[in-house]
């Protein structure tokens, strides 16, 4: 739980590449109203569904860091850009001490992870990758209240 209410809902995806590689969506992070949720994939199945079905059931607006690309992996629309300019990245856009990313914001590293349980089928190895979404979350959700707080977050003290 976070100590603020999100009107909305902060998505965050881990991929295994980029779209117009055939990358494919492994992990869905959300912050609505003040829970923090992950969708990790594990298995085979049709995981975009799980998704479509996840985010049908949350509240809009959707926000998103790098919006454009959130909608092309999930072929959803995406309502607020958390981004204030192209290419900008989220270590420049906010800094949050002591938040625990074991990629240390490098979220190409969830591409290796993503590889090693493939390759192992240890779900431990899962667990870096809802570490990094979980803190890739809460930056977004702090941009979102810095950039967009008068319309979408209501703070409790």
């Known amino acids: 739980m976070i100590p603020a209410r999100i009107r909305g809902t902060v998505i965050d995806i881990e991929t295994t590449g980029l779209p117009h590689q055939g990358a494919e969506v492994i992990t869905l992070g959300t912050v609505s109203g003040n829970l923090v949720q992950i969708l990790q994939r594990t298995n085979e199945r049709d995981f975009s569904s799980q998704i479509k079905q ?13 919006k454009s690309f959130e909608e092309d992996m999930l072929g959803v629309s995406i309502d607020g850009e958390l981004q204030a300019q192209p290419y900008e990245k989220k270590s420049r856009a906010i ?18 992870a993503w590889r090693r ?14 570490d990094h979404n979980e803190s890739d979350l809460l930056l977004e959700t702090c941009l979102l209240l810095v950039r967009h707080s008068q319309q979408t977050v209501e703070v409790k003290l």
């Open 54 to 66: 996840s985010l049908s059931k949350l509240p809009r607006p959707f926000f998103a860091f790098n």
């Open 95 to 112: 800094v949050v001490s002591k938040l625990a990313d074991p990629f240390n914001g490098n979220g190409i590293e969830v591409i290796d």
């Open 117 to 130: 349980y493939r390759s192992t089928g240890d779900t431990r190895t899962l667990i870096p990758i809802m």
